[in-house]
């Protein structure tokens, strides 16, 4: 369980890092959809892909 609770907190903290971080970008054209898409695209595929090949290099190392 402790192992689980690290890892939401993990999980917790890059969420908000990424969002804070594309928040402060200013950007002249903006679309929000463009920004929906984008948030999409790192909640949705990159994060649980990263989390995913930590997961497996935790189990391999």
Known sequence: MNISLI???VICLIA????LTLT???DKNYDSNKS????ALI???FLPALLLVIG???FIL
Do not use: D, F, P
Request: without cysteine; proline residues 0%.
């Open 7 to 9: 890892a939401a907190v």
């Open 16 to 19: 908000l890092v990424i969002t």
């Open 24 to 26: 402060q970008i200013e």
């Open 36 to 39: 929906i898409a984008n948030l």
């Open 43 to 45: 909640y949705i595929v």
């Open 56 to 58: 497996v290099l935790w």
